[in-house]
């Protein structure tokens, strides 16, 4: 049975408290709680439970909570969709789930709206200083499409695994669909064979950082 959206936002705001850049949190209603931060000013967090976050579900609510800079969903593997990034951008919030709030805080910024993930961040200014990209659409929280001038655009699903097994290709396919290159964006990364076999077979490239740099370049 699914868990009231009060216990939930309750649940939430008990493990933002545990934080150490927290000095407490409130609940104001069944979605939202306030942040309170020494030496920084407090903020407003909406929190959902959904398995795909979108433009109709988030934009009632922050409507009714227009003080919120950050948007929490909770389930590990919920996805956010390009309807529901853009809706958060127009009100001007961050989005994430609980690992990136607690990013959020860490980085102790002054207007937590501010917030982008690292890995995102990254990636995205990685591909506005390449010669060869053109411009990027993001399409879901992991997935890029990424125009080239005079050449094919590619689409990108970014997974961060240690280990990438061939059940992360496949359900990343099931997630989002047909994509050209899995980017592999931890460092540390490697691929197990039967990951590579599997790719291989949807006629996937899985590359890592440098080597998707390259192939941008080619056709």
Not at 32 to 48: H, I
Not at 97 to 104: C, N, R
Not at 130 to 142: L, T
């Amino acid at each position: 049975m699914p868990r009231p959206p009060q216990e939930t936002t309750a649940w939430v705001a008990g493990r933002i408290a545990e934080a150490t850049d927290a000095t407490g949190t409130k609940v104001t209603s069944p979605f939202t709680f306030r942040v309170n931060r020494k030496g920084l000013p407090s903020f407003e967090v909406l929190v959902l439970s959904v398995a795909k976050v979108t433009d109709e579900v988030l934009d009632p609510l922050l409507t009714d909570a227009p003080s919120t800079s950050f948007v929490v969903n909770v389930p590990k593997n919920g996805i956010w969709t390009e309807s529901g990034i853009a809706a958060a951008r127009s009100h001007d919030c961050a989005f994430g789930g609980i690992g990136e709030l607690m990013s959020a805080l860490h980085q102790k910024l002054d207007d937590v709206s501010a917030f982008v993930k690292k890995e995102n961040a990254f990636v995205e200014r990685g591909l506005d200083q390449h010669d060869n990209v053109s411009h990027f659409d993001q399409e879901y929280d992991r997935v890029y499409t990424v125009h080239r001038p005079g050449m094919k655009s590619l689409r990108v699903v970014l997974l961060n695994e240690y280990e990438l097994t061939a059940e992360h290709v496949r359900t990343a396919r099931t997630n989002y669909g047909s994509f050209d290159i899995v980017l592999m964006t931890n460092p540390n990364g490697t691929a197990t064979k039967d990951a590579l076999d599997t790719a291989k077979a949807m006629q996937i490239s899985i590359l890592s950082w440098r080597r998707f740099l390259g192939r941008l370049g080619s056709r």
